[in-house]
């Protein structure tokens, strides 16, 4: 079945470490973005690819990198600079921007 | 700043009855608008995607859109126990690849 897998679905981050959130898709879609979701909360955009190899900063991009080698991938890094980053984190997948978005099921990142 | 605004609710709607949900955005030039549903702790799924002026029907849902007066609305009839969720419209303001997302409406159907 075609769809977008996020892993893990609980993550804990120790102070001052980076971790990497995983999302891959198999709907050949072009484009994909991250979210960050806190409670109670609507959709941040974090980041946002519209290409392989390409991808731009969305409205709370600080403390956080991607990157885009291939179609199907997009990867995630919450780094040390990001200081409050417990929140749900949702990675989505368009055919091309102006189309439907189709999420992932989440991660759950808190701090240790 | 291109907003999209929802009220936060709860709307309590008894079950059977039909539950309205709306949501205006800020800008004229707005081209696509869709519905999302959120249950609590999991992701936002599709529900109905409009493009154009008017009425469009899938089930038990209807989207309307009205772009002169910059609303957008999502009326779910014979409401169900199920259909309590929050409800998230979005919107995409031109041809770049975001889509702007109010802060959700949160449903509750009462039995």
């Known amino acids: 079945d075609g769809g977008i897998t996020q892993s893990p679905k609980y993550l804990f981050r120790k102070e001052g470490q980076n971790v990497t959130l995983s999302c891959e898709q198999n709907?050949?879609?072009?484009?994909m973005y991250w979210y960050r979701q806190d409670p109670g909360q609507g959709l941040r955009l974090i980041y946002y690819?519209?290409?392989?190899?390409?991808?731009q900063k969305g409205d709370i991009a600080e403390g956080y990198s991607v990157s885009r080698e291939k179609k199907e991938s997009f990867p995630l890094t919450v780094t040390s600079a990001q200081k409050n980053p417990t929140a749900f984190y949702l990675c989505a997948s368009s055919v091309r921007g102006n189309q439907p978005q189709h999420f992932g099921d989440g991660t759950r990142l808190s701090i240790l | 700043q291109k907003e999209v605004e929802q009220n936060s609710g709860p709307l309590s709607v008894p079950e059977g009855a039909i539950a309205s949900l709306n949501c205006t955005y800020s800008d004229r030039g707005s081209q696509s608008f869709f519905w999302y549903r959120q249950y609590s702790g999991k992701s936002p799924e599709l529900i109905m995607s409009i493009y154009s002026n008017g009425d469009k029907e899938d089930g038990r849902f209807t989207a309307q859109l009205n772009k002169a007066s910059q609303y957008v609305s999502l009326l779910i009839r014979d409401s169900q126990p199920s259909d309590s969720a929050t409800y998230l419209c979005a919107v995409n303001f031109d041809s770049n690849y975001q889509l702007i997302w109010g802060a959700g409406t949160k449903l509750i159907i009462k039995p």
């Open positions: 709907l050949n879609h072009d484009a």
């Open positions: 690819s519209q290409i392989v190899n390409d991808f």
